[in-house]
């Protein structure tokens, strides 16, 4: 009995360094569960005013957007978030940067496809910042989680 214990043990305390016993990253802010119209006004203010949400874990559900920057020559890459209440002048369209730390390698979704994103989101810019979201996954969606007309 005290042979079996001991072997109990020592499993016990081994599970954490075989990374056995993890717990995912914990999710600050899921956006993604919100409302169309409140995941919107989310993301407005991420971008808009960053500070108060630097370092913070987020999922985000929105369309993928990539374009080639004319000044570098490298692929931007965005998840556009659109609002539902909007009309006449205003198409509604807000672009989070996905921003990819170098070596880390994604499976992008195709352009215009509905996706869900995982990451940090940090500021970026000189007087005025902007919101970005440092990329952790991207996970394309085989459905739509809600209907857009644009």
Not at 121 to 130: N, R
């Amino acid at each position: 009995m005290k042979r079996f214990l001991c072997s109990m043990l020592t499993l016990i305390l081994l599970l954490p360094a075989a990374g056995l016993g993890e717990q995912p990253a914990k999710i600050d802010m899921n956006i993604s569960s919100m409302n169309a119209i409140m995941a919107f006004a989310t993301v407005n203010s991420i971008l808009g005013n960053p500070r108060g949400y630097v370092g913070r874990r987020v999922k985000v559900t929105g369309w993928y957007k990539e374009s080639k920057n004319p000044a570098t020559g490298a692929m931007d890459r965005f998840l556009t978030v659109v609002d539902m209440a909007a009309c006449c002048f205003n198409d509604g369209s807000i672009f989070l940067q996905l921003l990819v730390e170098e070596g880390q390698e994604f499976s992008y979704p195709q352009e215009g496809q509905q996706c869900t994103v995982v990451g940090v989101i940090d500021a970026m810019g000189g007087g005025e910042e902007t919101g970005v979201l440092r990329l952790e996954s991207i996970t394309a969606l085989d459905h739509w989680q809600s209907e857009v007309y644009w």
